[in-house]
Nanobody
Framework: QVQLVESGGGLVQPGGSLRLSCAASGFTFGYYAIAWFRQAPGKEREGVSS????????WYADSVKGRFTISRDNAKNTVYLQMNKLKPEDTAVYFCAATIDDYALGTEWAYEYWGQGTQVTVSS
């Protein structure tokens, strides 16, 4: 059974940091690119960042470049999203997703497997 389980969300003040984790099981993790998406209230889901299956290529949405860092540990079947300098507009439910297509980047329809999401709230 395929599972992607996000963790690490919470409430943080503007300028603060959080690290999200995405633990995968039920598929050959090392063959899949992994991405983070987010959905804010009343808005469509958007791509945030992705990392290729071999961890040699990453992509970031313009809104998070220089603040967020994606990484993966294939030995632990886990992907991380380090989020620094958080802003109120980063408030959203964050989802991780997996695709066999290393070129999918932030293209939502290309992702086959999805987690349930973790809430990130940036507020003072």
């Amino acid at each position: 059974q395929v599972q992607l389980v996000e963790s690490g969300g919470g409430l943080v003040q503007p300028g603060g940091s959080l690290r999200l984790s995405c633990a995968a099981s039920g598929f050959t993790f090392g063959y899949y690119a992994i991405a983070w998406f987010r959905q804010a209230p009343g808005k469509e889901r958007e791509g945030v960042s992705s990392v290729s299956s071999s961890d040699d290529s990453t992509w970031y949405a313009d809104s998070v470049k220089g603040r967020f860092t994606i990484s993966r540990d294939n030995a632990k079947n886990t992907v991380y999203l380090q989020m620094n300098k958080l802003k109120p507009e980063d408030t959203a439910v964050y989802f991780c997703a997996a695709t066999i297509d290393d070129y999918a980047l932030g293209t939502e329809w290309a992702y086959e497997y999805w987690g349930q999401g973790t809430q990130v709230t940036v507020s003072s």
